[in-house]
């Protein structure tokens, strides 16, 4: 069965520190991979997301991930985090079908 | 424009009662998610609506749930016989096409007492 991995369940940073959240997913044919944040009080939002081509994709507010097929990994990092980016960020990948499975959310705390 | 509205944001019934919820999705959006959120757990997917159609019923997770769609617009989940462990959010996301970003509502937390 899929499965989405995301490594850390909570992270807390100080402003102005680099962030990297972790993601691993089990499927081995042609993915689409999203990344989803939810601030606090409100919807789900898309960040960024990985179709194909570059495997380095670019989203909103600074965000970046690295799609490394050999790893199965969809890391997000953000090179300075913002008391603003406090949210929980989820994984998500859409593999041979319409179903999306997401990871269970890392909680992401920055202390301003 | 508008975007995914829920209704209602909470519900709170007995157990054994029957529940519906509501997604109104973006307008001219074709494609349709329900999906279930509980506690410490990532969004779980339950059933997606190309048009009128469930092209894809495989989250449901027994007969007691069932989603309907029937102008390809609105959908309805309904939950027959709610038991304590259907307690969650239910969120509903739609999209322009299938291959398209899904823009999420706000969902429904159902609490089953």
């Known amino acids: 069965a899929q499965s989405v991995s995301q490594h850390n369940h909570h992270v807390i940073l100080s402003e102005a520190a680099s962030l990297e959240l972790g993601c691993n997913y089990s499927?081995?044919?042609?993915?689409?991979l999203f990344w989803y944040v939810q601030y606090p009080g409100q919807h789900l939002q898309l960040l960024l997301k990985?179709?194909?081509?570059?495997?380095l994709v670019k989203g909103i507010k600074g965000f970046e991930a690295e799609f490394i097929k050999s790893k199965f990994s969809f890391n997000l990092r953000k090179p300075s985090v913002q008391w603003s980016d406090t949210a929980e960020y989820f994984c998500?990948?859409?593999?041979?079908?319409?179903?999306?499975?997401f990871g269970a959310g890392t909680r992401l705390f920055v202390k301003a | 424009g508008a975007g995914v509205s829920q209704t209602p944001s909470n519900k709170v019934t007995e157990k054994g009662k029957y529940v519906e919820l509501r997604c109104d999705p973006i307008?001219?959006?074709?494609?349709l998610y329900w999906y279930r959120q509980s506690l410490g757990q990532g969004p779980e997917f339950l059933i997606y609506?190309?048009?009128?159609?469930?092209?894809?019923d495989s989250g449901l997770p027994n007969d007691r749930f069932f989603a309907v769609r029937p102008e390809g617009s609105v959908s309805t989940l309904k939950i027959q016989r709610t038991e304590r462990g259907d307690s969650a959010v239910y969120l509903c996301?739609?999209?322009?096409?299938?291959?398209?970003?899904?823009?999420f509502g706000p969902g429904t937390r159902l609490t089953v007492l």
């Open positions: 998500a990948v859409k593999a041979g079908g319409f179903k999306t499975i």
């Open positions: 990985y179709f194909s081509g570059d495997p």
């Open positions: 307008s001219g959006h074709t494609a």
């Open positions: 609506f190309q048009g009128t159609g469930a092209a894809d």
């Open positions: 499927y081995g044919g042609t993915v689409n």
């Open positions: 996301a739609s999209s322009l096409a299938a291959a398209d970003t899904q823009y």
